[in-house]
């Protein structure tokens, strides 16, 4: 009592895992103070705060790290399982082949035909066809899918490389993270490798659009036709990332430009998965997304709100989904 009522002196110390300001001497022991109360809480404070700081930077990062590997990894395994499906399935040009080497065989008018599959050992096949074209027209069009298929894959075998390198990455940086002790140099690391400690979806007051943040660029989505218009004709630049669904209606998304930043194909691939969602092929598999900058997109004269032309495109295959819905997304 008497230690307590007249310390001889404070001690900073780490007991059940906090930081803590003691007149006793508990706990394993950081730091031992003169008795003089304010100067131990001068001490005492900005150590504290700094490694509250610290801690909460820490896991933010960690939790960003993780959630990244783990978003990178069922990318990655959603591809792999596309690819295999391709693989080992009967290809849209050798169903062509198919047809086109049985068109004696055909009636007009039908709707099935069972041909010998030499793909597969001359082995009996049922193929389905459209009543209504001929199947000249049925072949003509399983050819174009065929192409659009070799562009598929490859753009799948491409996202495999990639969120599998991402996935690799977010792993290294955690094991880095680890052996980070001190708030500085854990500030230092994080701009280093362009981290920040909060990566979520968030609604932002003073826009009217569904505004996410990711990887320090930030993500527009339009609400409806004449929110696009706004969105595409007022308040993108033109130097943002403009994208939308390719073919159907949907929400027109804008990636906004950071002046000596390359958008990261990481960012691209997540808005082109909202400009999917936000549309009608939401529910669809695959997803094409036209990607372009905004300034080579146009409004016609006289165009209904949200039409817009698009003079320059390229287009990635996406798995429709709202990738921030987890963290917050709306």
Known sequence: MALLENPQQFYIIHLEGRTRLSLLPLGEIEQTLPPDPVAALRAFVPMFLGRRAYETESRQVRQQLERRAEEATSSASQARARLHALEHGASYRQTADLIMAH??????????????????????????????????????????????????????????????????WCLERLEELGGILDLRTLRTWRKTHDLHPENKAKAAPELP???????????????NAANNDLLTQRYAHKEDLWLHAKDVTGSHVVIRHRAGHVVPATVVERAAQLAAWYSRRQHDSLCPVTVTPKKFVRKPKGALPGQVLVEREKVVLVVPANPFERVGGK
């Open 103 to 168: 068109l004696t065989q055909i009636p007009a008018g039908a709707a099935q035909v069972e041909v010998v599959d030499f793909y597969q050992d001359n082995q009996p096949r049922i193929i389905k066809l459209k009543s209504t074209e001929t199947p000249q027209r049925t072949a003509q069009n399983l050819y174009r899918k065929a192409k659009n298929q070799q562009i598929e894959t490859r753009q799948l075998q491409e996202r495999v490389e990639r969120r599998e390198s991402d996935a690799f």
């Open 209 to 223: 659009f569904k505004v996410f943040e990711d990887e320090g660029f930030t993500i527009l989505v339009g609400r």
